[in-house]
Each structure stands twice: as C-alpha cells, then as structure tokens.
C-alpha cells in the first residue's frame, strides 16, 4: 500500500512536469518512479493512506487559505517591525504543550508555527515545542497557547488525524 | 498583453532581487558567526528562485507586441535550485550542531 | 484582467523580498534575523511564482504547472531550513541577543548535547 502510493506519487511530479503523454515520457516516469519507490518507500510517512479520505482533503482545502491569511498578517506584522527605527521586538524562546500527537501533523504544526507571526519552531520535545517569539506580549500560559497553536491545531487535527 | 511593458517590469524587479542580494552579502560578509551567514545564504537561494521566475517570464513577442510565450525551461532551474539549496542549508545545520554527517 | 492582478501579486511579493533582506540585515541576533528572512522571504517569492503562474494561464500551461509545483516546494522547505540553522545555531552555543527576556531551551539544549 505505501509503496503504490509512494509510485502514484513520484510519478505524477513527474508527468507534471514534463506536461507530455508521449510514450518515452511515460517510460522513463515509470522506470524513475519505480526506482525512487525501491530507495525510499521506508522513509513514506505511515500515516499517509488516511490522507485517501476525502474529508481530509476538504479540511485541507479550508486549511490553506485560513493559514495563508494568518502568514500575509505575519508577514505585515514583520515587516513593520523591521521598518520601524526602534526596532520593537522582545525576542525570547518560550514552550508550549500541543495536543496533536501523529508526527505529520506535529511536522505540519511546526511548519506552520514558522511561517505565521513573529514564531520560529526550534525544538519538539514529544508534544512540547520550543518556540523562538520576537515579540512576547504576554505571560499567561493560556494566551500564549492560544496565540501559538490553538489557532491551527483544531483544522490539523482533522485533516491528519 | 504588452511585452515591452512587461520586460520593463521585469527589469524593475531584476534591480530589486539584485538590491535584496547585496544586503544578503553583507549579512554574508559581515554576519558575526556562521549560523548568520548560513540563514543569508539560505535566503540568497530563495532568492535565486525568484530570480528564475523573473527571468522564465522574459516574453517572445511578436511583430504586433503581443506575448506568445514565455522561456518556461527557466522554472526547471528554479525547482532544482530550491532543492538543492534545502539540502545544502540543512547539511550545513548539521556541521552547526556539532554531529558528524551519518548521524 | 487576470494580467493586472498577476502584476499587482508580483509587486507585493517583490517588496516582501526586499523587506526580508532588510530584516536580515538590521535585527539584532540569528534568530531573529531567521524569522524576518524566512517569513517574508518565503512570501514573497511564493507570490512571485504564483504570479508567475498566473501569467502563464492560457498561454503556457506547463509554465503554470511548475511554477505552483516550485511555490510548494519552497512553503514545505524554507520553514524546515530555518528551524534546522535555528537549532544547530543553538546547539552549536550562538547566544541569544542581549534584549532577549526569555530562554527556556537552557536545560534541554544541554540534554540533547549530552546524549
């Protein structure tokens, strides 16, 4: 099962990019695809074959432009920052605890932690992440969870849970 | 669409990239240790993807002015480009660490 | 029509860019130098490459297909980039800047490095 799906997709990236149903192309997809499947089908993550419901996928599809919004609003959070000549920032590295325990979602949690305001993922620690935060405006832990990952982690959970 | 219009664009945004290269430099040449250098030079790739789509956009016009099609091979330089320069920066994170390379 | 908002995305994204490599140069410490440059960075060149794709649209179809296959790319990489320096940095004992107020990675820094 996840070596099939590992084919399908190293296959796909491929037709994709050569955007060509010749039969040479679709030779050599075949032969590359079968040798990345050989080389890394134990690095597939193993969780993957949930992602074939198609409920994920319409989280996922909510998922993209809730977290798009949030790292544009980052993005000018920063930028004013930078721009700004007393360059207000209270940098530090804080810890919060998440409640996903599935490595892709913490993988996802991370990344989108990283992406989204003034946060930088440093560590995992089992389910506590270390944080890197140039702005902390806030000591209760409560807030800081809230503001760090409760605002993802509800939709992460659906779609990788 | 205009293709003059649109190489000006380009040659607008060829002299942004080439402004934000330069201060990734001096973050290369000056960063007082190398993690600093490392992000700089992490960034200075991602910069080089934007810098593959400008020049991928580069139209062939015709007589009249209007594009017919873009050098759309460049995009394969940027996808390699993005890879590699991934797993050049986390390589380079691992002599940071302190591990040997097979850890 | 599509052309305008594909210019218009190109512009936002190029600022983006050169507003990263301005935080890159004046924060104070690699931390934060990592999370100016890799947020807006990473942006910026994301908005570049979906105008790219945008351009594309009824003219170069592959051209669209990988310029959001490279846009993907780079949102799945560059975070996972700059959290390996971040951490390597740590461990590799680069202090944080003097204004940092908080630092609770001490202890478990010090584990891992005495594994």
């Known amino acids: 099962m996840k070596a099939a799906m590992c084919f399908v997709v190293a296959l796909a990236v491929w037709l994709l990019l050569f955007w060509s149903l010749h039969w040479t192309v679709v030779l050599g997809g075949v032969l590359a695809a079968a040798l990345v499947t050989a080389l890394l089908v134990h690095r597939f993550p193993a969780g993957a074959a949930k992602m074939l419901n198609p409920r994920r996928w319409f989280f996922a599809a909510i998922y993209l432009p809730y977290f798009l919004y949030y790292c544009v609003k980052a993005n000018l959070d920063v930028a004013i920052r930078v721009l700004h000549p007393d360059l207000p920032i209270r940098p530090g590295i804080v810890k919060v605890r998440t409640h996903l325990s599935s490595s892709m979602a913490k993988t996802f949690l991370a990344n989108s932690i990283t992406l989204t305001p003034g946060t930088l993922t440093i560590d995992i620690d089992g389910q506590e992440l270390y944080v890197h935060w140039i702005n902390i405006h806030t000591q209760d832990p409560q807030r800081r969870y809230a503001e760090i990952v409760g605002r993802f982690e509800p939709l992460l959970r659906r779609i990788f849970e | 669409m205009n293709a003059a219009f649109l190489e000006g664009f380009l040659e607008a945004a060829m002299l942004v990239l ?4 330069a201060l990734c430099l001096y973050r290369i040449a000056r960063g007082p240790s190398a993690p600093d250098r490392t992000v700089a030079i992490d960034i200075l790739g991602t910069l080089m993807v934007a810098f593959c789509s400008v020049m991928a ?20 330089v940027a996808i390699a480009w993005a890879l590699t320069s991934f797993i050049g920066t986390l390589a380079l994170a691992k002599y940071l660490e302190g591990r040997s390379y097979d850890a | ?89 740590y461990l590799g004992g680069v202090p944080l800047a003097d204004i940092s107020v908080e630092d609770v990675f001490v202890d478990r820094a010090e584990a891992i490095r005495n594994e």
Request: with cysteine; glycine share 10%; hydrophobic share 55%.
């Open chain 3, 1 to 89: 029509m599509l052309d305008t908002i594909a210019y218009w995305i190109f512009g936002v994204g190029l600022a983006f860019d050169l507003l990263g490599c301005i935080g890159l140069v004046r924060l104070p410490d690699v931390y934060n130098r990592a999370q100016a440059a890799t947020k807006c960075v990473t942006l910026g060149t994301c908005m570049i490459l979906l105008a790219t794709a945008l351009f594309g649209v009824g003219r170069d179809w592959p051209m669209f297909v990988k310029a959001m296959i490279c846009a993907a790319f780079v949102l799945l990489t560059s975070p996972v980039g700059a959290h390996a320096v971040c951490r390597g940095a």
């Open chain 2, 57 to 76: 956009l580069w139209p062939h016009a015709q007589a009249d002015g209007k594009v017919v099609r873009f050098q759309e091979y460049f995009m394969i």
């Open chain 2, 18 to 21: 080439v402004l934000g290269s």
